[in-house]
């Protein structure tokens, strides 16, 4: 049940982390090529929101693809973070460095690590492992080669 509803408010906090950067989004379309470095960075987090949505369906499914397409959502964190870090850094001309500076660690590290003990128990529970099967028209399990 927790797993469903962290899973259901991913989406939400990745929106609220976007809407609570519109002041310093206002602050970059100032600076020269501003305007694409916000709209690069904002796809890419609706593209990282529009998968988490993606998973938390297969959730609420009870499909069997859940626990790989949850494993994909744990290695697409820091692959989220990296290209954010270097879309910013590239478009701006500025230091990598520069772009980590202060906090911006703590977020995704945290992020990763409190996702990957939920990977570890997906990929470990018998709960999980009844609730995500894949089953054939008479609701009997089927095993898949």
């Known amino acids: 049940m927790l797993l469903a509803i962290l899973q259901a408010f991913s989406p939400l906090r990745t929106l609220v982390s976007l809407g609570s950067s519109s002041e310093g989004y206002r602050q970059l379309m100032a600076l020269p090529n501003g305007t694409l470095a916000v709209y690069g960075e904002v796809a ?3 593209a990282f929101v529009v998968f988490q ?7 609420l499914r009870r499909s069997y693809r859940f626990k790989q397409l949850f494993l994909y959502q744990w290695f697409v964190i820091p692959i989220v973070f990296i290209l954010d870090t270097a879309w910013i850094s590239a478009v701006l001309g500025i230091p ?4 980590l500076a202060g906090n911006a660690l ?9 996702t990957g003990i ?3 128990y997906v990929y470990k529970s018998v709960r999980v492992k009844n609730t995500f099967t894949k089953t054939g028209a008479s609701g009997q399990v089927v ?3």
């Open 143 to 145: 095993s898949v080669p």
């Open 44 to 46: 890419l987090l609706l």
């Open 96 to 99: 990598v460095s520069q772009v």
């Open 53 to 59: 949505v993606v998973v938390l369906v297969t959730m």
């Open 106 to 114: 703590i977020a995704p590290i945290v992020s990763l690590a409190l």
């Open 118 to 120: 939920w990977v570890v």
